[in-house]
Each structure stands twice: as structure tokens, then as C-alpha cells.
């Protein structure tokens, strides 16, 4: 089937990791019959905010709208105070096509070292379903109270002349910054996640929350929880607090199965999932909206420190592109770059300095593409 895919390089790293998945996904292309993939190239990021102004508008964002899917680098640049691209590129992406589920595979593959001692892939091989447009993400807050400088200088010399203490004055400033949970929002992305537990045969749904805290919120997460949970009668649940569930992870990763997270938790143990799994160079996501357009990207950021050295390990964004064809309904090509994946991780020749190695971006991109143009 042909498929257009819109694709974001972005900033650091990006261009480099998506130009090796690109490859990928072409060998993947001339190997399968009938899969056409067309693609096409769009500067959103960093170098094009400092050239243009320009995030990403309203039109821009329904002219993505036209493809199937969105294949992404990184967005983020240290010339960018924290916040701009985040905000006006990536989330506004996620945000814009309602891609209500971050679906971070944590998987540790044969070959790749483990900083857990004694686990083994066997051990380390579990779906994180990440709610992706609600909780803390919503950008609804502010700050309030703010006093001029000169009032806290003036305070401080009162202190100080008055009480002989040189103590830093703070003002009444405050920030605010709210969570917002809907029914609906918890719901479908619980009920995902139990989807997703039933086509994996996978025999538990943990659900991740701070409820002893944030009543709230968290109270009507685990309501949406219990409610949904009804219509799996054959899938074991339990409930998991966040704090603890870090700590279990790491003693415990076979223990978990599918993993559904309110979007600030998910963000915190997918980055933990990532390491367990053999660090960032190797963690895939994809934020996707099951009617929608769905957007695929490797989790690790843009790296600067990284980019344009040819360094910068591709695989995560390889896999990225393999769970774009999955989503796109194109199970046995997503099986191919799996498997090629598995073999190049296995063999251990090639590996970037991620993984201990001495290899380029490219040649792993390479060595991947050809062993999928190998297969029969
Ligand atoms: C991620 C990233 C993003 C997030 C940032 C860059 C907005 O950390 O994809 O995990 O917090 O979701
Ligand atoms: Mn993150």
C-alpha cells in the first residue's frame, strides 16, 4: 500500500539518526512487494525558529494532516531557552492530531548490556502506555505576585542593618501550574492499554498514579482504571504508585507486562525503561492517535553535544520506524527491520560508543539496510 509519511529531522542528532531509519525503511520498501512508502521533508526545529521566528502555525499543522504518518528526529537547541520548541513544535504536534497514547516499548534485546545485574532479555521486555494530552502537559498556569528587584534589595538592607543578618529576601512571587485529567482522556487510554495487553498476550495491566497524594486527579485516574478493567475480566490489574514502581523496575522488571502512565510518570519511567533496555541510543516511541495520524520518533533528545559527528546511535529511531509501519498496518516489513535490528544487536560488530563501540551512525544504518536486503 502507499503511504505518505511527513518527515521532521529537527534539530542535534535528528537529521543523522532519521537519515539512517530513512535508509532502512527504503530497503524495507524493495524487499516487500506492494509497500510504497513517499516522503516528504519538512525544517520544523530549531535552526528554522532561529532563521524564521517561525514554530510550527495552525496551517502548517493541517498541512501535515494530509499524510499518514510523521516520522521525527529530536526537537530541542541549546540556543533556544527550554520551553519554545518543546512547546511549539513537538507537543503542539502531539496536541494537534490528538495523539492521546505514547507507546514506549521497553524491550532489552540479545546482545546489548543491561545495567541491571543478572537480567536478562527475557526479564526486560514490557509495553509503557503513556497518556499523552492531559495531566501536567496542558500549559495551563502562571505566576503571580511578582515584586520589583529593588524591593528585595531594599528589604535585605533593612535585615541587614537592623538585625545584622544578610539573609536572601524572597518575594511573594508564586507559580501555579495545574493538571488536568477528563474522564474520557483516562479512560480511552486505559482502554488502549488493555487492547494492547490482549493482542500481545500479555497477562497484566499495571496502572501507574501518586492517588495517595494527588487525590484528585489520581482518584479519578484509578475510577477510570477500576471502570475499564471490568471489561477485561481476563487480564490480571494492579495499581502502582509511582515512587515505588521506579523502585520495582529496577529490582523487579519481569514482573511487568503492559504499564499505563498519566503523561508526567510516563514521561519519568520511560527514560528509566530506556536505560534498562540498554540506554537511550535503543528506546523507540510512538505518540499516536489510533485514528488519526500518529507520529513516531526515537525518545532521546536532539543531544547537541552529539551532533554532526556521525556518532549518534541510530537504532532507536530505526525502531521508531519500524512501529510506524506496524501502525500503518504493515506488519510484516515492521517485522523485517525487527528482526535485522536483533541480528546487527546479536552480532555485536557494530556499535556506537552508546553501547561501548567505535561506530558510525551510518555504518549501522548501512549493516541494517543490507541485512534487509539480504532477507528473503
Ligand atoms: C519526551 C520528552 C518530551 C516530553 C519533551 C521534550 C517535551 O521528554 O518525549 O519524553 O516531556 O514528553
Ligand atoms: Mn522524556
Redesign the pocket.
Given at each position: 500500500m502507499r503511504h505518505k509519511v511527513a518527515v521532521i529531522p529537527g534539530d542535534g542528532v535528528g537529521p543523522e539518526v532519521v537519515r539512517e531509519g530513512m535508509k532502512v525503511l527504503k530497503a524495507t520498501m524493495e524487499t516487500t512487494n506492494g509497500l510504497d512508502l513517499v516522503f516528504e521533508e519538512f525544517p520544523y526545529g530549531g535552526e528554522y525558529y532561529l532563521k524564521t521566528g517561525r514554530l510550527i502555525s495552525e496551517d502548517e499543522l493541517e498541512e501535515l494532516s494530509e499524510f499518514d504518518a510523521i516520522y521525527l528526529g529530536a526537537v530541542?537547541d541549546p540556543r533556544v531557552p527550554p520551553g519554545i520548541l518543546?512547546k511549539g513544535v513537538?507537543?503542539a504536534i502531539r496536541f494537534h492530531f490528538d495523539q492521546y497514547v505514547n507507546l514506549r516499548p521497553v524491550k532489552l534485546y540479545p546482545g546489548v548490556p543491561c545495567p541491571l545485574k543478572g537480567k536478562k532479555p527475557e526479564d526486560i521486555d514490557f509495553y509503557v502506555v503513556r497518556e499523552n494530552t492531559e495531566d501536567f502537559y496542558i500549559d495551563m498556569g502562571g505566576r503571580a505576585g511578582k515584586r520589583v528587584e529593588a524591593e528585595h534589595q531594599l528589604k535585605r538592607e533593612l535585615y541587614r542593618t537592623k538585625f545584622g543578618l544578610d539573609i536572601e529576601v524572597s518575594g511573594d512571587e508564586i507559580a501555579y501550574q495545574i493538571g488536568v485529567m477528563s474522564r474520557k482522556g483516562a479512560e480511552r487510554v486505559i482502554k488502549y492499554a488493555f487492547e494492547l495487553a490482549r493482542a500481545e498476550n500479555r497477562k497484566r495491566v499495571t496502572a501507574v498514579d501518586k492517588a495517595n497524594v494527588l487525590t484528585h486527579i489520581y482518584g479519578l485516574w484509578r475510577e477510570a482504571f477500576e471502570e475499564v478493567a471490568r471489561g477485561y475480566p481476563d487480564i490480571e490489574t494492579e495499581f502502582a504508585f509511582i515512587d515505588a514502581i521506579t523502585m520495582w523496575i529496577v529490582k523487579n522488571p519481569e514482573w511487568y507486562e503492559v504499564v499505563v502512565t498519566p503523561n508526567m510518570f510516563g514521561?519519568i519511567i520511560?527514560d528509566l525503561g530506556a536505560m534498562i533496555q540498554g540506554g537511550m541510543g535503543l528506546a523507540p516511541g510512538g505518540n499516536i492517535n489510533p485514528g488519526g495520524v500518529s507520529m513516531f520518533e526515537p525518545?532521546h533528545?536532539s543531544a547537541p553535544k552529539h551532533a554532526g559527528k556521525n556518532v549518534a546511535n541510530p537504532i532507536a529511531s530505526i525502531l521508531a520506524g519500524k512501529m510506524m509501519l506496524e501502525e500503518l498496518g504493515e506488519r510484516e516489513a515492521a517485522a523485517k527491520i525487527e528482526k535485522a535490528v536483533k541480528e546487527i544487536l546479536r552480532e555485536g560488530k557494530l556499535r556506537t560508543y552508546d553501547l561501548g563501540g567505535k561506530s558510525k551512525t551510518s555504518e549501522v544504518g548501512d549493516a541494517i539496510a543490507n541485512k534487509i536486503r539480504r532477507m528473503e
Open positions: 530541542g518543546e513537538l507537543l514521561d520511560t525518545i533528545g
